[in-house]
């Protein structure tokens, strides 16, 4: 394979923003310096552009079952948008039937998505009928190579959450085997409890969508899970946080040196409760709600802060058609939006340019971070010697719009359409592969993203 050097361009990692040039052969970093000689290379100037590792999306929902219907990008399409977005590798989750073995599951979504997808992908473990049976199976998941594992409190109804029980003996089995437990956290018969009295007095129009999934059913939820853990000290991971509250409780933990990392997504921090209450309100359904306009405001203070240590997107779309289905009753309608293809432009645009967001901070949220929680690093995550060589050149010269139509998800809307952004993403290399090359897709039968395995450091 030819060798590739970049020249010029100015390198982001969470400590500092450096000029080098960048070697690449044999799918990894070679060298990363000053002034390299440029013999017999395939020769990018990024003068002007930063560079950043590939980003990692660590929560992403490709194809999965909800509310009768199934998101609407599978493996390929999903994979399609996560590499126009500079995403070169996806952490999903399994889907285990009821009564399935873990390694059953993991085997299933695996053969979804080999062949299938342009990026890298690993995955975290869902557990959502958690036996006795499957307890020796925890280790064995961690030797495949998934290291993490998934529990809900909430959705009951779709058979998925655990009760305390349940949770207390997965977080003794996960730290025993040296993974991480990580939390959907909603208060599953709080959220219940209200949708069934608004149901029954036709409450259903999107307004209480929010209203059926409080603030408190995650509070609440959070809560449980630190207090539950407090003995166990498992190391655990939050998904799609979205209160001042709960963050605020989570942190106090971390004070304390409790093993305790956070997410949040994208959508919370652009969007509040009041666009449930707009025309096209329903198509904002997801879980949990959005809230108050301060929760918004406190999480990019919470991220600079770094009180929050990852952004997951949550990808997880339907189109338009699939939302109407649920006639704007909030009970019926598909919970999910897109995000992986818009993760860094919205960072970029309404984090790093309003100053809300160092460009150090972006690459620790959405590269390195991501890769350390979940033992992708440091093949992932970080321009390094060695490194997998998955990068993104980025042009901050030029303005834009989002619009559903330029996208290249299945879905035919996108929740940021109609945002006006500046700067572009030009190039994506995965794994010495240029995906996208001056703004081009550049194989669009690409499908060679590989598994990658996570290990425990
Ligand atoms: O509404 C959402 N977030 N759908 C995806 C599944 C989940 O709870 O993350
Ligand atoms: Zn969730
Ligand atoms: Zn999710």
Request: charged share 25%; glycine share 6%.
């Amino acid at each position: 394979m030819k060798k590739t050097l970049i020249k010029n361009g100015t390198l982001v990692s969470p400590e500092k923003l450096y000029q080098a040039d960048i070697l690449i052969s044999s799918q990894k970093i070679e060298k990363i310096a000053a002034n390299i000689p440029s013999a017999g290379t395939e020769i990018i100037d990024a003068k002007g552009k930063y560079i950043f590792p590939g980003f990692i999306d660590a929560h992403t929902h490709m194809g999965i079952p909800i509310r009768g219907t199934t998101s609407a990008d599978d493996f390929e399409t999903g994979s399609i948008a996560a590499l126009h977005g500079g995403v070169t590798t996806i952490i999903d989750f399994t889907v285990q039937d009821k009564g399935e073995s873990l390694m059953s599951s993991l085997k299933r979504r695996k053969a979804q998505a080999d062949k299938k997808t342009s990026v890298d992908y690993a995955l975290h473990c869902n557990i959502t009928d958690f036996q006795e049976s499957h307890i020796a199976e925890i280790p064995k998941v961690m030797q495949e190579g998934v290291i993490s594992f998934k529990a809900f409190t909430a959705y009951r109804e779709a058979g998925m959450q655990l009760n305390d029980r349940q949770i207390l003996e997965l977080l003794w089995q996960v730290k025993l085997a040296g993974g991480t437990v990580m939390f959907h956290a909603e208060n599953g018969d709080m959220v219940d409890f209200l949708t069934t009295k608004y149901v029954k007095y036709n409450k259903t129009t999107p307004p209480y969508h929010a209203l059926s999934r409080p603030a408190e059913a995650e509070i609440e939820a959070v809560t449980r899970i630190l207090t539950l853990n407090k003995f166990i000290q498992c190391p655990i991971y939050f998904v799609h946080l979205t209160t001042y509250e709960s963050v605020q409780i989570a942190s106090m933990a971390r004070q304390k040196k409790l093993p305790v990392y956070l997410e949040t997504c994208p959508q919370y921090l652009i969007f509040d409760e009041s666009i449930y209450s707009t025309a096209d309100g329903h198509y904002y359904i997801a879980a949990p709600a959005f809230r108050r306009k301060e929760d918004k405001e406190f999480l990019w203070y919470a991220l600079q802060d770094n009180l929050i240590d990852t952004i997951g997107t949550d990808h997880c779309p339907f189109n338009k058609a699939q939302k109407d289905a649920g006639q704007r009753e909030f009970h019926k309608t598909p919970n999910g939006l897109s995000g992986v293809e818009t993760l860094f432009s919205i960072l970029y645009n309404e984090g790093v340019k309003k100053e809300r967001l160092s460009l150090q901070k972006l690459v620790s949220l959405i590269s390195e971070e991501p890769a350390r929680l979940f033992g992708l690093f440091p093949k992932k995550g970080i321009l390094l010697e060695k490194s997998d060589a998955d990068l993104v050149i980025f042009n901050p010269v030029g303005k834009g719009k989002i619009t559903a139509k330029e996208l290249h998800s299945n879905a035919d809307w996108t929740p940021y359409e109609g945002m006006e952004t500046e700067g572009q993403i030009e190039s994506v290399m995965l794994r010495g592969n240029w995906l996208l090359k001056n703004g081009n897709q550049i194989d669009t039968n690409f499908k060679k993203g590989r598994f990658v395995p996570a290990f425990v450091d």
